[in-house]
């Protein structure tokens, strides 16, 4: 095989496995574990899941973000707040009480469109 072609087949391998990653669907027990911390942690009080409320729609967050690695970010964003992201004067506040770890799970989840 002709040296390029196989570069070529590489790439094109290496390019579908971290597009297969980044799309990859969460664990059922990861998705129900992500909903309950949605439910009990208040965030239904300011966001819904397709219509904007005083935060947000989750699946407006995943649109803007789609294609992004902003996974860590914007868990670190749900722990420490984040404002002046969303065009009005409403901010979100911060929610110390989430692990790290549970932070994530939720970044991880609305990015995929809060299934
Ligand atoms: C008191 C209301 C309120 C609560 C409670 C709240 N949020 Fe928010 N959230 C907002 C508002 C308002 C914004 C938009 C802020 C801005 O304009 O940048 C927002 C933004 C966000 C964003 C997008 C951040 C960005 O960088 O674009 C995410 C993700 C998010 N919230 C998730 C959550 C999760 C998960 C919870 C529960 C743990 C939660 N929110 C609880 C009001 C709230």
Redesign the pocket.
């Known amino acids: 095989m002709p040296t390029t072609s196989r570069r070529h087949l590489i790439l094109t391998l290496t390019l579908g496995a971290a597009a297969t990653l980044a799309n990859a669907e969460m664990k059922p027990a990861d998705v129900t574990a992500a909903r309950a911390?949605?439910a009990n942690?208040?965030?239904a009080?300011?966001?819904e899941m397709n219509g904007k409320a005083?935060?947000?729609a989750?699946r407006d967050?995943a649109k803007?973000?789609k294609g992004k690695k902003i996974n860590a970010?914007?868990a670190r964003?749900?722990r420490e707040g984040?404002?002046?992201?969303?065009?009005?004067n409403?901010?979100?506040?911060p929610?110390g009480v989430?692990e790290p770890s549970e932070?994530r799970l939720?970044?991880d989840w609305?990015l995929r469109g809060a299934p």
């Open positions: 911390l949605f942690n208040g965030c009080n300011c966001h005083d935060g947000p989750m967050i803007r973000y970010e914007l964003r749900i984040s404002a002046g992201r969303w065009g009005d409403e901010s979100h506040p929610q989430l932070a939720l970044a609305v």
